[in-house]
């Protein structure tokens, strides 16, 4: 009966002021220039990720020691319209090969640019790691605020 | 943020907030949520189902039915963090796009 519904995928878009092959370009080719260095797997310092620019490349990260580690594959590869990658880390920023979710990614030419629209789905597949979580979001840098709002109005 | 609205707004309705203090106790199902709430019971699923989608509450089945809990800290929370994740991530990307541009822009005109 209700097993269809699904919590609502994590959407997000922007207006970049380039073509879309540039951006395009930028977000797969060019993904160390704007993933957030906080954001790394391994131990050492983050160097950058890569996206094999292929269907069924690999996307990792590569860190200044040398090391490598996964952080998830590419599904699609339609530049410069479309690429979607598949997202298997946890809430922890952990690799695990039977998480799968997918962020999706379209670049539409709009006026004098590009517009792009991420969408991150099938998140309910994070579902039991959801416990974890709690230590990264009240960590810094997480989102205490939303939580303490929630909690709130559960406590009324 | 369109997550953050949708768990804001989620949790502006008060069956809402009363469904969820239902829960607060620890999982139950419909039928049993809806007892002492003025509204019928396929409103309450209803209502579940929103609390669901914000990723508030979730549900499993024991038996033929269908229990469910809330899950304060879970999915809605993991997805608030995703959300300003690629906010984040998203403005850093504009920023290197448009940047990469101009350098292109400049080489032309030389």
Known sequence: MNTQIRPAPVRRSIFVKVPPDRAFDVFTNGIGQWWPKTHKIGPADLDRPIIEPREGGRWYERDVDGSECEIGKVAAWDPPARVVLIWQLTPEFTYDPNLITEVEVLFTPEGDGTRVDLEHRDLERMGDKADAMRETVSGPGGWPALLQLFADEAAK | ?110
């Open chain 2, 1 to 110: 943020m369109a997550n953050t609205a949708r768990l804001i707004s989620a949790l502006a309705d008060p069956t809402r907030r009363a469904v969820l203090e239902k829960l607060k106790d620890g999982p139950r199902p419909v039928g049993e949520i809806a007892q002492g709430l003025p509204v019928t019971r396929p409103a309450v699923s209803q209502h579940l189902k929103v609390l669901k989608e914000a990723g508030l509450v979730s549900d499993r089945s024991v038996g033929t039915r269908r229990i469910y809990y809330i899950d304060p800290k879970g999915l809605g929370a993991m997805r608030a963090w995703l959300d300003q994740f690629w906010g984040t991530a998203l403005d850093s990307f504009k920023l290197a796009a448009e940047a990469e541009a101009e350098k292109f822009k400049k080489k032309d005109g030389e």
